[in-house]
């Protein structure tokens, strides 16, 4: 039988390792009796792993999401995904807190998986961009979100321009996105009785936040017809692509956005978005999704779903050309 502190990390392991567990089915994993398992349990949620325990004939144990953040138990390959992953995080707005992350890590790391990271170490170059904008505060980004999730009222100090001397403003939040290099706040004005746009790096939000509101139906029907009738220049002269379309990606706001100049992007949650772009054809707008490499889901319209489908069709049937054709003059 394993050590009693061998034993917590296994069943640590099993238990973040499946979404639940039979108390039968762990006692026969660590070759122990189920009244073992049970002790050792206690003395998980003693540690603070919140697991929970479900009774009844198909009940077992699951490990469930906590009020605070308890050790966390990482196999050999698990730690270098995760220390290749910190150093090659080139957004600015958490550079400084992957730097740190990355050091708890390495400091308390095995000789043998230290000189794995140093061997992998990864130096991202971000290329000079002067329209790339200052590094965004999260934790602001995180605020508006959840005041828009929640439906409340956001009261916030905003500079209209560089130069200007905050104003109060008393809005209802209604969506957060991406727009070229800059990320805004599309909200109802209740001081003006209008919908505006505000620039979120310049814009400081008060709590608490206000009472609940009733959603508004927007201007054209939805963000993107809004945000962008309101970025065209004032004769309106500015060109649509031919085809537009809506989908969702399986992927944070935040890595989406920086390669979407020219779409609207608004986060879903930490780890999806909505887009909303357009190209000069379908098949190019289609590709164009593709390249972000996650899951897409398209929601609109029916001509998108078509180019996926083909471009799907051609890549399925992609072969390699034969040799003797590879130096084949064209006919």
């Known amino acids: 039988m394993q050590k009693t502190s061998s034993r917590l990390l296994t069943l640590l392991s099993l238990l973040q390792a499946r979404p639940e567990w039979s108390g039968d089915d762990l006692a026969e994993r660590l070759e122990v009796t189920v009244r073992t398992v049970r002790r050792d349990i206690d003395r ?9 325990t479900d009774k009844g004939p198909g009940g077992g144990y699951r490990l469930r999401p906590g009020s605070q953040m308890p050790p966390l138990l990482f196999d050999d390959e698990q730690v270098i995904a995760l220390a290749v992953a910190l150093q090659s995080t080139a957004h600015p707005a958490i550079a400084e807190d992957a730097d740190r992350a990355l050091a708890t890590i390495r400091n308390v790391l ?23 904008p200052p590094a965004q ?24 321009h560089q130069e200007a ?25 209740l001081d003006r009785d209008d919908w505006r746009i505000f620039r979120t790096d310049r814009m400081t939000p008060r709590t608490p936040t206000g009472p609940r509101f009733t959603a508004r139906q927007l201007p054209g ?30 992927l944070p706001a935040a890595e989406v956005a920086p390669h979407t100049a020219d779409g609207i992007v608004e986060p879903l949650g930490p780890t999806r978005c909505r887009i909303i772009t357009g190209s000069w054809s379908w098949t190019a707008l289609a590709a164009g999704l593709g390249r972000f490499d996650a899951n897409l889901h398209v929601i609109d319209p029916p001509a998108l779903h078509e180019a996926c489908a083909a471009l799907a069709r051609r890549y399925g049937a992609a072969t390699t050309p034969e040799p003797g054709r590879l130096n084949a003059p064209a006919s």
């Open 44 to 52: 998980l949620r003693t540690l603070g792993y919140p697991v929970a």
């Open 110 to 132: 095995p000789p043998r998986l230290r000189q794995r990271i140093d061997a992998l170490h990864v130096t991202t170059v971000r290329p000079p961009d002067p329209s790339t």
């Open 137 to 160: 505060d999260l934790d602001l980004l995180t605020a508006v979100s959840t005041a828009i999730r929640r439906r409340e009222v956001l009261r916030l100090d905003y500079a209209p």
């Open 165 to 189: 001397a905050p104003q109060r403003r008393c809005v209802e939040p209604h969506h957060l996105v991406a727009w070229r290099t800059r990320w805004y706040l599309v909200a109802w004005d």
């Open 221 to 250: 029907g939805d963000v993107s017809t809004f945000v962008t009738s309101r970025f065209r220049g004032s004769d309106g002269t500015e060109a649509a692509w031919p085809c537009q379309g809506e989908a969702i990606l399986d």
